[in-house]
């Protein structure tokens, strides 16, 4: 099934959807993005939380499935503080770290940390008093940079200002990558959520596997799942699309469903008590 829900009878429509996520708990892997998806957008990164109401969800939804992880683009560790459960996986860094249920520190891509330190000195050296001044914010990810400009009293002039970081980055061999008014400075290496996903659920009981997320780095985390299926390491995947007007177009185009923002997935959640 591809398509949005309001084809059919939404509330249908999900329950058909998820039939093979909801029928073998035990061998089910539930998945979610954070930024856009369990939390609202927030003009400041560090302002983002889960709504109680959500979070509620959430620990029951882990206490009835046997795999249960958050996929973020932040830190692992930031992860799960704005998530506030210590008992679900956490994949972060798009796929560069991953953070087990109950461990205290999370394992990390060796290829990754090695780019550390020049990514660190690079963000240090470009960002400037003139960014600041534009509102620009910097977000420090360890081996990747952030550069935010929602809400800054001139996004256009701010954006301008970023795209120029950018064009120095690629300068310099590092790789870019544009999300939601932000651009994350990254090491040249292979780095997204698929395989972090993949490395998250190798070897262990999933069969079926539900993804739910908002931005352009999710379509890593769709295609993903479904090489798993190809190579027969899972038997389904439901990749679903939350909507915004922020969402890029593609997303809904390689969505098997679509929800509406943060209450569209606190549904999506509570179909699959």
């Not at 929602?150 to 200002?161: L, N, S, T």
């Not at 262990?204 to 190579?231: I, K, M, N, S, W």
């Amino acid at each position: 099934m591809r398509g949005i829900l309001e084809r059919v009878s939404p509330a249908a429509t999900l329950v058909e959807a998820l039939e093979p996520i909801r029928s073998d708990p035990a061998h089910a892997a539930i998945l979610l993005d954070i930024d856009g998806t369990l939390a609202p957008i927030v003009r400041h990164a560090a302002d983002a939380h889960v709504p109680e109401a959500t979070r509620t969800l959430l620990i029951e939804i882990a206490r009835r499935y046997e795999v249960v992880g958050c996929v973020s683009g932040r830190r692992a560790g930031t992860a799960r503080q704005i998530v506030a459960i210590g008992t679900i996986a956490y994949v972060g860094n798009h796929g560069g770290e991953l953070l087990r249920p109950g461990a205290t520190r999370p394992e990390i891509d060796g290829e990754l940390a090695a780019w550390t330190a020049r990514v660190k000195e690079f963000a240090a050296r470009v960002y400037t008093a003139d960014h600041q001044r534009l509102r620009v914010r910097s977000e420090d990810k360890d081996a990747i940079a952030g550069f935010h400009w929602r809400g800054a009293p001139d996004e256009e002039e701010a954006a301008a200002a970023v795209r120029e970081i950018a064009e120095a980055a690629e300068r310099e061999g590092l790789a870019v990558h544009w999300g939601r008014k932000v651009l994350e400075v990254r090491p040249p290496v292979m780095l997204d959520k698929g395989l972090g996903i993949a490395a998250l659920l190798h070897g262990g009981p999933a069969r079926a596997a539900l993804y739910v997320g908002d931005d352009t780095t999710d379509l890593d985390a769709f295609r993903g799942l479904r090489e798993l299926v190809e190579q027969g390491e899972l038997a389904s995947a439901l990749c679903v699309a939350v909507s915004s007007d922020e969402a890029p177009p593609e997303l809904a185009r390689e969505a098997d469903l679509a929800v509406d923002g943060p209450g569209g997935v606190r549904g999506l959640l509570e179909a699959l008590l």
